[in-house]
């Protein structure tokens, strides 16, 4: 496989079926992997935005009325494009953003287009509900309960997933009538580009799919044009509080940032929490919501464990993300690189100390491991994104659990345990989203609900979950008795 990009990529604006340039600025990328230009692409104008939305708001009139099994069969046709597809979108991913060619295999084939076959089955399961009445003594009424459609979607992906994450959202708002229009993150054009042009072939209607390219004033114009009744978005819980104040009463679906906390205790099975701290640190360079930011760890364990964690952290191949041998690439940017060095030179500064990792060649960064850290520190506190393992010793399971909830994430979290009632006791007081016992914080699964509390978001995305999101509830109150005597 070739190590460097073999031609330059274009990324295109999409509206009303067609392909077209955008009508604003020109942006070239450089891929994280080598420095070497990617491609370019222009950006969409705000006149390109709205006329974006209005074929959504047009088409979605026609496309609530096509049977269901016509819409899945226009999904079926797409999923098999996506296999045709895949091994050229998970290179293109690779060199946007630097993952790992074996990951950004998996985010194709088993996050993303998967999303497109669980979708078919998801929106088939769907159901309604008949009520008796109540409120009158009758048999002769019916109360029907049922789902319509939001109307135009507006979906806002990022770029650490931009596969995975746009699957999670633009297949189910389409399967239940929606209209979508979609803004990639500025980073990665190409593969989600390559992603929408699985609707296009596939022979979705016109203005049924539609995709804009730019940024921050794109993004509000998709969060506050008064035809856009739903917006999903996913990224920082900086942006997410703003688009929450910017949406109004529109349905919102915010799947935010993380601090994720391991818990390890006394009687957990090291060699096990250790491979599990491996991928909740370092997967994807650690540039994951559900990473596993901070890792606690039972005092009466804890020097076993950083032995055994320090062991394996030497073992993890860092390295060119298009070799097949790599197991972790670089950082996607600079920002996060200096992010990287002011959360360890913080922690340093009071009182932690590297033990493994710490320095960089450019974008690529070492995986780092940090003892003696505490929540006074920026990554106790914070997102670091980053390829790092900081490890906060603690006494209690009470003390752990007030470590662990002090932040304002609430994401994701991991326990590990041989006892029962530590295990509930955990469960049931972590102020997080998910609670994995004796599993990684970087699992999720497609049929479970997943989101955060706190300034993790809001709403639960995945399975039927996320329909709530992009329907309207409507009651319908039938009272036959009424109708005129023949």
Known sequence: MEQTASKTLYARTFINGKWMDGDSDIVTLNSPVDGSL???YRNSSLEQVDLAIKSAKEAQRVWAEVPL?????????????GKKYGEEMARTITLEMGKTITEAREEV?????????HTIGEVQRLRGWTLPSTFERTNNKRIYVTHTPVGVISAITPWNFPISLSAEIIPYALAVGNTVVFKPSEITPFSTEMFIRLFDEAGFPPGVVNLVQGKGEVGNRLVTHQDVRGVCFTGSAAVG?????AAGL??????????????????????EAVEAAVNGCFYNAGQVCTA????????????????????????VRLGNPLDEETQMGPLSSQAIVNKMNEHIEDAISKGAQVVYGGTHNGLYYQPTILVNCNQTMLLGKHETFGPIAPIIKFKTREDAVEIANDTEYGLTSSVFTSSLEDAWYMADRLEHGTVHINESTNYWDFLAPFG?????????N?????????????QITFDPSKTKKR
């Open 38 to 40: 990617i491609g370019s």
């Open 69 to 81: 099994l016509d819409k899945l069969d226009l999904f079926k046709k797409a999923y098999e494009i």
């Open 109 to 117: 084939y088993e996050l993303g287009i998967s999303n497109i076959e």
């Open 241 to 245: 509080e703003k688009i929450a104040q």
């Open 250 to 271: 529109r349905k919102t679906l915010l799947e935010l940032g993380g601090n994720g906390p391991q818990i390890v205790m006394e009687d957990a099975n090291l060699e």
């Open 292 to 315: 596993a930011e901070r890792i606690l760890v039972h005092e009466s364990v804890h020097e076993e464990f950083v032995r055994l964690l320090v062991q394996r952290t030497k073992k």
């Open 452 to 460: 955060g509390m706190k300034n993790s978001g809001n709403g639960r």
């Open 462 to 474: 995945l399975g039927q979950w996320i329909f709530q999101h992009l329907t309207e509830m409507k």
